[in-house]
């Protein structure tokens, strides 16, 4: 059935072949566009008139049929996806991608097995047909649920601490992977029971699930960076089984980075991406931070909104440290106005912006631009770090472990070694927060507890609107 | 035909891997989100062998109907998310929205 298939795309004419390549070119030429802000907005949209030229390419094949299940399978999916990417929350966006990733690699999966169904067991096809085709179906599959646990966690629905089998995980998570590729070795040398395709998939998903559950939230922005590669690298292999060259080249540029985009973001944590999957972080960390807190404890400066506004009113520099609880209080419109009266009072707001602050990188960019804050006054960590000696007040919005001194100081911390700003170098700390409670990676912070540090607890979005507030009224 | 996909994919690697390599910081969730929708092409497969199957089952026709659903709301939502995070990008010469309801 399947070497039909193949041969119908052959010679179905070198027009289709044609559009693909422009396709292609189109992807390729759009994603530079997106290494530069100028460039980005129609780098993405170029990117989009190349895939509604694959589209109707594959229109153009000869001998197409069902056309009345393709279209309203069409119809129904774009009539889902675009109130959720018009509505979704700036804020959400990272649970969204997730969910919009896994999708796809749903859709790879299922593929797969379709054409296992058709092909009665892939009897009779040729390897080179048979691999990718079981690499797609592992890999789509292991995507789909590692993404959804992924989008739970970041939406909340499960808890962002790490759940798992502790050290049976990594022995449980082996054993699943052997029976996934112990089916697909069995299906490739010739078994085509219906229990084999089943088992592959349903070893796949509990793989999915069970390597993505142990994660700590704190690495969710790494894993889902992962799985993004994942899943172009499985649409890459669907692409090598029905020999089309568009599918081929998107997924694999897809692939190749996603796998750049994953190191980028664990060489910005000093992580590992292997000892990311290991997972346990959140958890494991936790305890050896709280240990350390308990020598400190007691010694948090609590501070009001009326003395924060005096001490950053007569400031020459103020540096504002945004984090996720910016992110989660839906603050960015609040700090903006903050910046502005301090602007008003000739007082310098530059923003530092953590490469892994929020749930993933750039998170904070989106955020800040949304509540048009100019683009010159944020200031990534390389360029900021030797400011803070001359900083007068570092406004610390809901960051936590990315300003923690431990990661320079203590190596008993488990996130010694990760670069971090040096907000604790300024002359005064004032830190957002809306408890005491330990940030997502479930360390307690040392700067809380250091002598120039204040704390003002609360949502931060009425924390800084109270402040903005006493500023006025100064 | 095998032998030369093995080298488009191995050559596409190699594209992907230097137009990637030199995104700034600042544009790696836009990023991830644009090549996240690119990945929707997997839309095509599912097109591809629902309409070029003859006998499909039921189950199968299910299975691809919903794989072309999943793909579609992987392109679709995939770029216009990119593109509503881009749009905030753009320099704006006078920044609009100082005094929204938010001053409350």
Known sequence: MSTVLATSFIHSGDLIAVLYIIAFSLF?????????????????????????IALL???????????????????IGTIIGIPSARSVKMTAVPQMVALFNGVGGGAVALIAWAEFNDSAGFAGEPLTFVIPSLFAA??????????????????EILPGHPIGAGRLQQPLNLLLLLIAVGSAVAIASGETATIYILVLLVASALLGLFVVLPIGGADMPVVISLLNAFTGLSAAATGLALNNTALIVAGMIVGASGTILTRLMADAMNRSIPSIIAGGFGGGGGE??????GEHGGTVRATSAADAAIQMAFARQVVI???????VAQAQHAVRELATELEKRNVEVKYAIHPVAGRMPGHMNVLLAEADVPYDQLKEMDEINPEFSRTDVALVIGANDVTNPAANTNSESPIYGMPILNVNESKSVIVLKRSMNPGFAGIENELYFEPMTSMLFGDAKSSVAEITAELTAL | MFITNVAILVLAGFVGYAVISK????????????TNAIHGIVVLGGIIVLGLGEDLSGLDKGLLVVAIIFGTINVVGGFLVTDRMLEMFKSKPAPPKQDDEEQA
């Open chain 1, 288 to 293: 050896a931070g709280a240990e350390g807190a």
């Open chain 1, 57 to 75: 390419a594959s229109f153009l094949i000869e001998g197409m049929g069902n056309w009345t299940l393709i279209i309203i399978a069409l119809i």
């Open chain 2, 23 to 34: 995104v700034p910081n600042t544009l790696h969730t836009p990023l991830m989100s644009g």
């Open chain 1, 28 to 52: 390729i030429y759009g994603l530079s566009g997106l290494t530069g802000p100028r460039t980005a907005v129609r780098g993405n949209r170029i990117a989009a008139v190349g895939m509604g």
């Open chain 1, 321 to 327: 440290v945004p984090g996720y609880g910016m992110a």
């Open chain 1, 138 to 155: 592992i890999v789509g599959s292991v995507s789909f649920w590692g993404s959804n646990i992924a989008f739970a966690k970041l939406q």
